[in-house]
């Protein structure tokens, strides 16, 4: 198959192939007058990425899952041990847009005639009489 016709069965941008190709995360596929030509297999590489993905992953992260891969213990030790790290990140990522959305909510609520009593209502001084 083209890389055309992996990026629409796949539902991928074909720069998106070109570059999982350059980060190892898909093998590089047979050539033929200077062209890829990719093999089923390139399905299942492109189904992993965009599972790793869509769970957060970074490429750096998907590239050490991918490593797991071909572990004598197989993928299941390493998918734990980085589905355990972006867990704890994604938990730190969560406390912090919480807190975001609690300053946003006291922020709609502003009635500070300037940014100054603003300012000093954000360090607790009280607005000068």
Do not use: N
């Not at 720069?15 to 093998?27: N, Q």
């Amino acid at each position: 198959m083209t890389i055309g016709e992996v990026a629409a069965k796949a539902g991928v941008k074909t720069s998106a192939i070109r570059y999982y190709e350059a980060e190892g995360l898909i093998p590089k596929p047979a050539r033929s007058s200077g062209r890829r030509v990719f093999s089923e297999s390139v399905f299942d590489h492109l189904a992993l990425i965009q599972l790793a993905q869509a769970a957060g992953f970074s490429i750096a992260e998907i590239r050490g899952l991918k490593r797991g891969l071909v572990s004598p213990s197989g993928p299941g030790p390493r998918w734990r041990e980085l589905a355990q790290r972006k867990s704890v990140e994604l938990d730190e990522t969560i406390r912090v847009a919480t807190r975001m959305k609690r300053l946003l909510k006291a922020i709609s609520g502003c009635d500070c005639p300037t940014l100054e009593d603003c300012a000093r209502a954000a360090r607790g001084s009280p607005r000068p009489r």
